[in-house]
Protein backbone atom coordinates (compact mmCIF):
# COMPACT_ATOMS: atom_id res chain seq x y z
CA UNK A 1 0.00 0.00 0.00
CA UNK A 2 1.13 3.50 -0.57
CA UNK A 3 -0.01 6.31 1.62
CA UNK A 4 -0.36 10.14 0.24
CA UNK A 5 -0.66 12.98 2.37
CA UNK A 6 -2.71 15.21 -0.34
CA UNK A 7 -2.57 19.20 0.81
CA UNK A 8 -3.09 22.64 -0.59
CA UNK A 9 -0.64 24.91 -0.67
CA UNK A 10 3.16 24.63 -0.11
CA UNK A 11 4.44 24.79 3.41
CA UNK A 12 6.05 28.33 4.24
CA UNK A 13 7.66 28.13 7.31
CA UNK A 14 11.11 26.45 7.25
CA UNK A 15 10.82 25.08 10.45
CA UNK A 16 7.74 23.20 9.44
CA UNK A 17 9.59 21.68 6.48
CA UNK A 18 12.45 20.69 7.71
CA UNK A 19 10.34 18.81 10.42
CA UNK A 20 8.23 17.56 7.58
CA UNK A 21 11.32 16.44 5.38
CA UNK A 22 12.77 14.62 8.35
CA UNK A 23 9.44 12.36 8.98
CA UNK A 24 9.11 11.76 5.01
CA UNK A 25 12.30 10.32 5.43
CA UNK A 26 11.93 7.92 8.72
CA UNK A 27 8.52 7.01 7.03
CA UNK A 28 10.09 6.25 3.47
CA UNK A 29 11.64 3.12 5.57
CA UNK A 30 8.46 1.54 6.47
CA UNK A 31 5.73 2.49 3.63
CA UNK A 32 6.21 4.03 0.01
CA UNK A 33 4.74 7.80 1.58
CA UNK A 34 4.81 11.00 -0.35
CA UNK A 35 3.28 14.39 0.12
CA UNK A 36 1.40 15.56 -2.90
CA UNK A 37 0.48 19.62 -3.05
CA UNK A 38 -1.95 20.88 -4.99
CA UNK A 39 -0.83 24.20 -5.35
CA UNK A 40 -2.38 27.54 -3.54
CA UNK A 41 -5.61 29.26 -5.83
CA UNK A 42 -4.84 32.05 -7.85
CA UNK A 43 -6.32 35.45 -6.35
CA UNK A 44 -8.36 33.13 -3.64
CA UNK A 45 -8.24 36.70 -1.56
CA UNK A 46 -10.71 37.57 -4.24
CA UNK A 47 -13.25 34.43 -3.92
CA UNK A 48 -15.68 33.77 -1.18
CA UNK A 49 -15.15 31.32 1.32
CA UNK A 50 -17.52 29.03 0.33
CA UNK A 51 -16.66 29.29 -3.23
CA UNK A 52 -12.48 28.84 -2.40
CA UNK A 53 -13.73 25.51 -0.83
CA UNK A 54 -15.53 24.39 -3.72
CA UNK A 55 -12.55 25.36 -6.32
CA UNK A 56 -10.02 23.73 -3.97
CA UNK A 57 -12.57 20.62 -3.49
CA UNK A 58 -12.76 20.33 -7.28
CA UNK A 59 -8.37 19.60 -7.34
CA UNK A 60 -8.83 17.03 -4.40
CA UNK A 61 -11.41 15.06 -5.78
CA UNK A 62 -9.58 15.10 -9.35
CA UNK A 63 -6.99 12.50 -6.98
CA UNK A 64 -10.22 10.52 -6.23
CA UNK A 65 -9.74 7.59 -8.18
CA UNK A 66 -10.42 4.13 -8.05
CA UNK A 67 -8.22 2.21 -5.73
CA UNK A 68 -7.73 5.07 -3.79
CA UNK A 69 -9.48 6.11 -0.32
CA UNK A 70 -9.83 9.36 0.51
CA UNK A 71 -9.63 9.69 4.96
CA UNK A 72 -9.59 13.65 6.04
CA UNK A 73 -7.90 15.34 8.08
CA UNK A 74 -11.20 17.26 9.87
CA UNK A 75 -11.62 18.62 12.95
CA UNK A 76 -14.91 17.26 13.37
CA UNK A 77 -13.54 14.23 12.88
CA UNK A 78 -12.92 10.87 15.23
CA UNK A 79 -10.25 10.98 17.29
CA UNK A 80 -7.53 7.88 17.64
CA UNK A 81 -5.00 7.59 20.35
CA UNK A 82 -1.60 6.97 18.97
CA UNK A 83 -2.09 3.30 19.03
CA UNK A 84 -5.67 3.65 17.78
CA UNK A 85 -4.31 5.41 14.75
CA UNK A 86 -1.67 2.80 14.29
CA UNK A 87 -4.38 -0.06 14.08
CA UNK A 88 -6.51 1.60 11.91
CA UNK A 89 -3.18 2.06 9.63
CA UNK A 90 -3.01 -1.90 10.00
CA UNK A 91 -6.94 -2.36 9.01
CA UNK A 92 -6.19 -0.74 5.52
CA UNK A 93 -2.75 -1.93 4.98
CA UNK A 94 -4.14 -5.59 5.55
CA UNK A 95 -6.87 -4.65 3.26
CA UNK A 96 -5.57 -4.64 -0.21
CA UNK A 97 -6.30 -1.02 -0.34
CA UNK A 98 -4.09 0.51 -3.21
CA UNK A 99 -3.21 3.78 -1.75
CA UNK A 100 -4.88 5.56 1.62
CA UNK A 101 -5.00 9.46 0.74
CA UNK A 102 -4.75 11.14 3.93
CA UNK A 103 -5.90 14.93 3.00
CA UNK A 104 -5.10 18.21 5.27
CA UNK A 105 -7.22 20.90 3.71
CA UNK A 106 -7.25 25.05 3.04
CA UNK A 107 -7.73 27.33 6.18
CA UNK A 108 -11.46 27.08 5.74
CA UNK A 109 -11.74 23.43 5.95
CA UNK A 110 -13.39 21.37 2.90
CA UNK A 111 -16.37 21.71 0.42
CA UNK A 112 -19.25 19.58 0.91
CA UNK A 113 -18.74 17.41 -2.00
CA UNK A 114 -15.31 16.33 -0.46
CA UNK A 115 -17.12 15.25 2.43
CA UNK A 116 -19.54 13.29 0.96
CA UNK A 117 -16.76 11.54 -1.32
CA UNK A 118 -14.33 10.66 2.05
CA UNK A 119 -14.37 7.66 3.74
CA UNK A 120 -13.77 9.03 6.97
CA UNK A 121 -12.59 12.02 9.13
CA UNK A 122 -9.86 11.79 11.43
CA UNK A 123 -9.47 14.45 14.20
CA UNK A 124 -6.54 15.67 15.47
CA UNK A 125 -7.68 17.20 18.48
CA UNK A 126 -10.48 19.19 20.08
CA UNK A 127 -7.75 22.26 19.54
CA UNK A 128 -7.27 24.04 16.40
CA UNK A 129 -4.23 24.28 14.68
CA UNK A 130 -2.58 25.97 11.76
CA UNK A 131 -3.32 24.00 8.70
CA UNK A 132 0.83 24.58 8.01
CA UNK A 133 1.14 23.59 11.22
CA UNK A 134 -0.83 20.18 10.96
CA UNK A 135 1.05 18.91 8.22
CA UNK A 136 4.13 18.55 10.39
CA UNK A 137 1.87 16.79 12.81
CA UNK A 138 -0.06 14.33 10.48
CA UNK A 139 3.48 13.88 9.14
CA UNK A 140 4.81 12.51 12.73
CA UNK A 141 1.98 10.60 13.27
CA UNK A 142 2.16 8.70 10.86
CA UNK A 143 5.25 7.42 11.46
CA UNK A 144 4.86 7.68 15.23
CA UNK A 145 2.02 4.57 13.99
CA UNK A 146 4.55 2.76 11.73
CA UNK A 147 7.37 2.43 15.06
CA UNK A 148 4.25 1.28 17.02
CA UNK A 149 3.52 -1.72 14.65
CA UNK A 150 7.09 -2.31 14.52
CA UNK A 151 7.38 -2.99 18.41
CA UNK A 152 10.06 0.25 18.18
CA UNK A 153 11.15 2.18 20.97
CA UNK A 154 9.87 5.84 19.37
CA UNK A 155 6.42 6.01 21.69
CA UNK A 156 5.76 5.27 24.90
CA UNK A 157 2.50 5.02 26.57
Excluded: W
Excluded at 64 to 69: R, T, V
Excluded at 129 to 139: A, G, I, N, W
Aim: hydrophobic content about 40%; glycine content about 8%; proline content about 3%.
Amino acid sequence: MKITLLIIGKTDSAYLSEGINEYVKRLNHYINFEIEIIPDLKKAKNLSIELQKNQEGELILLRNQPGKELHLFDEKGEMFTSREFAGFLEKKMASGLKELVLVVGGPYGFSQKVYDSAKSKISLSKLTFSHQMVRLMCVEQIYRAFTILKGEPYHHD
